[in-house]
């Protein structure tokens, strides 16, 4: 089964990628500070499920895509 070393957060109106995974149904608090990985710190959302439709970050994405070893 595929692992993800990342998970998605919602935060400033746009999805981040962060490493590392969280536990089952587990949240970053909100408006926690993390560090995405496209190198910007951002404060965290996802109160309610509305956020999770913002876009994705692209530059998350790509990183996202080099961390777990998708081919480009
Ligand atoms: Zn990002």
Redesign the pocket.
């Known amino acids: 089964m595929f692992r993800p070393k990342h998970h998605w957060q919602p935060a400033e109106h746009?999805r981040?990628?962060v490493a590392g995974t969280l536990p089952g149904g587990q949240r970053n608090r909100d408006g926690e500070s993390v560090e995405?990985?496209?190198q910007?710190t951002v404060s965290t959302a996802g109160r309610t499920e509305l956020d999770w439709l913002w876009p994705t970050?692209p530059?998350?994405l790509q990183a996202a895509e080099r961390l777990n070893g998708v081919p480009s």
């Open positions: 746009q981040h990628a995405a990985l496209c910007r970050c530059d998350c």
